[in-house]
């Protein structure tokens, strides 16, 4: 059993920056697929960035040199930076762990909103 609290959401005007965090209630250094997805109003939750076979990261396409995963295992923390935001990046963002056998896990979220 993983709880993970997502933080750092908020406001911000297209261009600007934020950086999500997420708190794990495990050591995380055992976890090897982990990343961050978003779920917009009237969307389906989409991948936006992923570290899996604890070596190999990916982007969606349209956050490709925008955003930037992370992690720092000795704080069971998880970090998404994302630089110059847009309106189409406004979406709830939700921290998720897989742990194997069907051992997956999710954040409640925290919300992004992107203005123009």
């Known amino acids: 059993q993983v709880q993970l609290v997502e933080s750092g959401g908020g406001l911000v005007q297209a261009g600007g920056s934020l950086r999500l965090s997420c708190a794990a209630s495990?050591?995380?250094?055992?976890?090897?697929?982990m990343g961050w997805y978003r779920q917009a109003p009237g969307k389906q939750r989409e991948l936006v960035a992923r570290?899996?076979?604890?070596?190999?990261?990916d982007y969606a396409d349209s956050v490709k040199g925008r955003f930037a995963i992370s992690r720092d295992s000795a704080k069971n923390t998880m970090y998404l930076q994302m630089n110059s935001l847009k309106p189409e990046d406004t979406a709830v963002y939700y921290c998720?762990?897989?742990?194997?056998?069907?051992?997956?896990?999710w954040g409640q979220g925290t919300q992004v909103t992107v203005s123009s």
């Open positions: 998720n762990v897989d742990l194997g056998g069907s051992r997956v896990y």
């Open positions: 495990r050591n995380i250094f055992s976890i090897t697929t």
């Open positions: 570290i899996s076979g604890g070596a190999y990261i």
